[in-house]
């Protein structure tokens, strides 16, 4: 069979562009997540708790934004807010790039790439479901393994630069490019006619409206949220667990990740069919049950042997809940008869959930970190999150998801 042939339905073509801009932004994605707390306490001077609210002004940024780039997109597409956001991200990297210590500038900074990256997950979200309904699962694990693959290289990539030029400034700027090569590829992606039809300001309200609404849906994100709380401490200390306090060097953590990357993109191939056998709640349960023990083992213990192994099985089984997550919410928009704009609204009104919390939560990380430290964070916040495990389990139950 001829690249042509493979490639010749819609729907392939579809995948492939997505595959291809999806696993460039996500190269990116997963580098900063690494280097952004290296980089701020290196390059601009900050303590742990000054990392902790710059992120929290990202999600700030996510959270008052969310609803109107969702309501933007409907107007004009998916694909094209797609390629706005990303652009606009990849100008945010690149103004960061040329910072001092300039702490409110990065404040401010941080707060614009927070609202572009919050849209741009969302946006990837709605295509990868218009991809293939028919393979819906398959759809959103290939997308994720997308970004799986491109995260074994990146945090190595990225600190490997860093090192070599003595500096995040290169990195950010080369990560700006490849924002603005993914903004160009996603504009080629096809919707389907009826996904792709402009939709007036009265037909998006009415579809974020019902998304309101949907009770289900909210519950969903009520406990996806509570979830997210509770772990939040491992992603915002992770990098600084490992090179502050258990005195792992910048270089080895990157390589670390990119290791561990690996695992992940195990872990994402696998979610679409683990999801198609377990149902989404199981499967979703299963996850946040070991993301749980995962991060008591990082808090408790002060092995450099288990805090490594527990990390590398909390990212991949942190990675694949979004597989569940994405078609359970998908599934409760169709049933509520929010057809059409019904999946972005979803996605949409769980960004701004996620923004909003996580902002809070990431500045109350910040207050607590210099009383309890980073390890007490992180074992009582996996402590916390296990019975939501089987909370979503028996919501999933009671509705046959």
């Not at 390059?43 to 929290?56: E, H, I, K, P, Q």
């Not at 290939?142 to 290169?170: C, N």
């Amino acid at each position: 069979m001829t690249p042509a042939n493979v490639f010749a339905s819609p729907a392939r073509q579809r995948m492939a562009i997505l595959v291809a801009s999806g696993g460039l932004w996500l190269l990116v994605e997963a580098a900063f997540n690494v280097i952004g707390p290296l980089w701020a306490t290196r390059d601009l001077g900050l303590d742990n708790a000054g990392w902790a609210y710059l992120r929290s002004a990202a999600e700030l940024g996510g959270f008052v934004s969310a609803l109107g780039f969702g309501i933007l997109s409907a107007r004009i597409g998916t694909r094209r807010m797609s390629a706005l956001t990303l652009a606009g991200a990849g100008v945010t990297l690149g103004a960061l790039s040329l910072l001092g210590n300039a702490w409110l500038m990065a404040v401010l900074l941080m707060t614009l790439l927070g609202a572009f990256i919050s849209a741009t997950y969302v946006n990837f979200n709605v295509l990868t479901q218009r991809v293939s309904l028919r393979r819906q699962s398959l759809a959103n694990s290939l997308y994720r393994a997308a970004g799986a693959s491109a995260a074994i290289a990146g945090p190595a990539l990225a600190t490997q630069l860093a090192h070599a030029a003595d500096g995040y400034r290169p990195v950010l700027m080369g990560a700006a490019v490849l924002l603005g090569i993914a903004g160009l590829l996603i504009l080629r992606f096809a919707e389907p006619p009826e996904e792709a039809r402009a939709r007036t300001l009265r037909e998006v309200l009415a579809g974020y409206r019902q998304a309101f609404t949907l009770q289900p849906l909210l519950a969903l994100i009520a406990v996806s949220r509570a979830f997210g709380i509770a772990i939040a401490a491992v992603s915002a200390f992770a990098a600084l667990r490992f090179t502050r306090e258990l005195h792992m060097s910048e270089t080895a953590f990157g390589a670390l990740c990119s290791m561990i990357a690996i695992g992940n993109l195990c872990a994402v191939l696998c979610a679409g069919w683990l999801v198609d056998r377990l149902r989404p709640s199981r499967a979703l349960a299963v996850a946040w049950l070991g993301c749980g023990l995962a991060a008591i083992v990082m808090g408790i213990s002060d092995s450099v042997v288990a805090v490594t192994v527990a990390y590398a099985l909390f990212v991949p089984i942190q990675a694949t809940c979004s597989v569940p997550l994405s078609i359970w919410s998908s599934r409760v928009a169709r049933e509520g008869a929010a057809q059409g704009p019904g999946d972005a609204a979803a996605f949409t009104i769980g960004k701004v959930f996620q923004s909003g919390t996580t902002m809070l939560v990431m500045a109350l990380l910040g207050v607590l970190e210099p009383v309890l430290g980073m390890s007490t964070l992180m074992w009582c916040g996996g402590l916390l999150g296990m019975p939501l495990a089987l909370i979503v389990l028996r919501m999933g139950a009671a509705r046959g998801i």
